[in-house]
């Protein structure tokens, strides 16, 4: 028995972040590639407030109140790990934990890259905020908050992995990517309602993807080129 779980919104996104992040992180700390490390942070940045909102407003196991993250359930679904099926048709309790840290952490990536370009000189989205800490302690910052998100993508595939040795069943895998697992629930509906909120909440973090990488960015403690030529001839005169 199929049930659809995951609708194509929750899928795009989720690709979507995976793909960002991936490359994201590949490219962090590379000046030559600083513009499309930031638009493909922002586009992250954009994913999450998305992912938030249908966590209030969207199809049945995206909303976060069917996350079944009370410690009863946490509790329950480690004691009944060696049943071959999961009771679980949405996210099982520690995936559904492990997904709002990830959720938490790619913002907060996002957010602290944000902080390093607008505490730059060309600022982020035309503005400039005075943070009162030097550039290195940001970037700093910044890299500690990616590698808790990196480690937390390392968390989520091992948890996988280890949910379908144990509830081979499920076919949970195959699930982000059809949408379907095998097991008996109540399908997820798109309302109309979902897919146009989805359509127009997928079109801005593509747009200020777009936005970003055109924008050229300057972090904070360097200067803009023709900024520094013009400061080392004034020197010389
Ligand atoms: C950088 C890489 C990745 C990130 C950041 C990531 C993040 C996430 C997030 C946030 C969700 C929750 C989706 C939602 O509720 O909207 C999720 C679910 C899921 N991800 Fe990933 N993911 C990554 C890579 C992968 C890969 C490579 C696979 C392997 C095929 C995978 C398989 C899944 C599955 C099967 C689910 C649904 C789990 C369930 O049914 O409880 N993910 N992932
Ligand atoms: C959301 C996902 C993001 C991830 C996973 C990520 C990851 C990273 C990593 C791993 C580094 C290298 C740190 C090092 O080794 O020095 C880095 C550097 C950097 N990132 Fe991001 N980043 C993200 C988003 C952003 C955003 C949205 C921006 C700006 C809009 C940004 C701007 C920067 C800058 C300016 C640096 C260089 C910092 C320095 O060298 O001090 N990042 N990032």
Not at 46 to 68: T, V
Not at 162 to 169: K, N
Not at 192 to 215: C, D, E
Request: hydrophobic content about 45%.
């Amino acid at each position: 028995m199929k049930t659809y779980i995951w609708t194509l919104p929750t899928r795009l996104f989720h690709w979507l972040l995976a793909v960002s992040f991936g490359v994201a992180y590949l490219l962090g700390g590379d000046e030559e590639y600083l513009s499309l490390h930031a638009a493909l942070g922002s586009l992250i940045g954009g994913l999450i407030l998305f992912r938030i909102i249908q966590g209030f407003s969207g199809p049945k196991y995206a909303r976060f109140l069917n996350f079944p993250v009370s410690p009863a359930s946490v509790r329950e679904f480690i004691l009944s790990m060696k049943r071959s099926k999961s009771e679980h048709p949405g996210h099982n309790p520690l995936a559904s934990i492990i997904m709002l840290c990830i959720l938490i952490a790619a913002l907060a990536s996002a957010m602290s890259g944000m902080l390093i370009l607008a505490s730059g000189e060309t600022g982020m989205f035309g503005i400039r905020i005075r943070t009162g800490f030097d550039p290195d302690s940001l970037g700093e910052l910044h890299e500690i908050v990616a590698n808790t998100f990196l480690a937390l993508v390392g968390i989520h595939l091992t948890g996988i992995l280890v949910d379908t040795i144990f509830h081979p069943a499920n076919g949970t895998i195959l699930s982000i990517f059809t949408g379907y697992k095998k097991v008996q629930a109540k399908e997820a509906v798109s309302s109309a309602f979902h897919s146009g909120f989805s359509a127009f909440w997928f079109v801005i973090p593509l747009l200020v993807f777009i936005y970003v990488l055109k924008y050229q960015p300057i972090p904070a403690g360097e200067k803009d080129q023709t900024e520094q030529v013009k400061e080392e001839n004034e020197e010389t005169d």
